[in-house]
Nanobody
């Protein structure tokens, strides 16, 4: 059973930073992609950022560029999402996801494996 486990969500104020972590079974995605998605209340889930597990290629949603950074520590099988300059619009449940596929357009691959989600709430 493939499990992805997120942590690091919580409450923040506008302008604050948070770092999300996700323990990933790296062997499963060695030729694939890992990423972060989010879902705000009443809205569809959307792609935030992602990367190849091997190779380091990254992809960011427009709203994440310049504020969020996706990274990994393969020695610890952990994926990170560093979020800076948070705004109330970033309030959502954030999900870590994995795919056995890879593409230069990382957001477009089919993600079959998901974590349970971690809540991020940003107040103004």
């Amino acid at each position: 059973q493939v499990q992805l486990v997120e942590s690091g969500g919580g409450l923040a104020q506008a302008g604050d930073s948070l770092r999300l972590s996700c323990v990933v079974p790296g062997r499963t995605f060695i030729d694939g992609s890992v990423g972060w998605f989010r879902q705000a209340p009443g809205k569809a889930r959307e792609f935030v950022a992602g990367m190849w597990w091997v190779g380091g290629r990254t992809d960011y949603a427009d709203f994440a560029k310049g504020r969020f950074t996706v990274s990994k520590d393969t020695s610890k099988n952990t994926l990170f999402l560093q979020m800076n300059n948070l705004t109330p619009q970033d309030t959502a449940v954030y999900y870590c996801a994995g795919s056995v596929f890879r593409s230069t357009v990382i957001r477009s691959v089919k993600y079959d494996y998901w974590g349970q989600g971690t809540q991020v709430t940003v107040s103004s």
